[in-house]
T-cell receptor, first 111, second 113 residues
């Protein structure tokens, strides 16, 4: 599986936008970019995913670079509930395989 | 829908004991997964299943066994527990593994002493 690189930690003030970066320079043409987050003492939850185009949903936006070697998860207004570890994951779109979780980015939201 | 449920929530085992971690989903998903998460680390895949009667190894399968007799249930068996199996175990399911999300259970925290 192609690997991703994320900063270990980031901080944001409450109600401000947050941009969480992810590098995936070895991404293949069939890899989807997925983002999950894990709140304290809970299982991971799906946030968003995309292939080539930018994506928006009720939780976040995903901006994908034109060469697909990097992406950014955007939380438009951080709340205290958004404090979590965010994982950027590549999934091969051709097979029945798993999610490869790195160590993610721990987001701290400051009141 | 209850989603993905796991039992027990917590368990302490002695070295050499065995146990089964239960996982059930009510979303009629064909794909189910078992992950473990060690402290401060991401999740690692133990086993997965693409449907009833079909299972396959993931990244860290040693010391574990699985079965999938129904679409709903995917139990994980630990034989001869070892301290290295102290971890939090998450079960997940998905409709389609290629582009859709996985739904995770709340986890089972296992300590082997």
């Amino acid at each position: 599986d192609a690997k991703t690189t994320q900063p270990n930690s980031m901080e944001s003030n409450e109600e401000e936008p947050v941009h969480l970066p992810c590098n995936h320079s070895t991404i293949s043409g069939t890899d989807y970019i997925h983002w999950y987050r894990q709140l304290p003492s809970q299982g991971p939850e799906y946030v968003i995913h995309g292939l080539t185009s930018n994506v928006n949903n009720r939780m976040a936006s995903l901006a994908i670079a034109e060469d697909r070697k990097s992406s950014t998860l955007i939380l438009h207004r951080a709340t205290l509930r958004d404090a979590a570890v965010y994982y950027c994951i590549l999934r091969d779109g051709t097979g029945a395989n798993n999610l490869f979780f790195g160590t993610g980015t721990r987001l701290t939201v400051i009141p | 829908n209850a989603g993905v449920t796991q039992t027990p929530k917590f368990r302490i085992l002695k070295i050499g004991q065995s146990m089964t971690l239960q996982c059930t989903q009510d979303m009629n998903h064909n794909y189910m997964y078992w992950y473990r998460q060690d402290p401060g680390m991401g999740l690692k895949l133990i086993y997965y299943s693409v449907g009833a009667g079909i299972t396959d190894k993931g990244e860290v399968p040693n010391g574990y066994n699985v079965s999938r007799s129904t679409t709903e249930d995917f139990p994980l068996r630990l034989e001869l527990a070892a301290p290295s199996q102290t971890s939090v175990y998450f079960c997940a399911s998905s409709f389609d593994p290629r582009s859709y999300e996985q739904y995770f259970g709340p986890g089972t925290r296992l300590t082997v002493t």
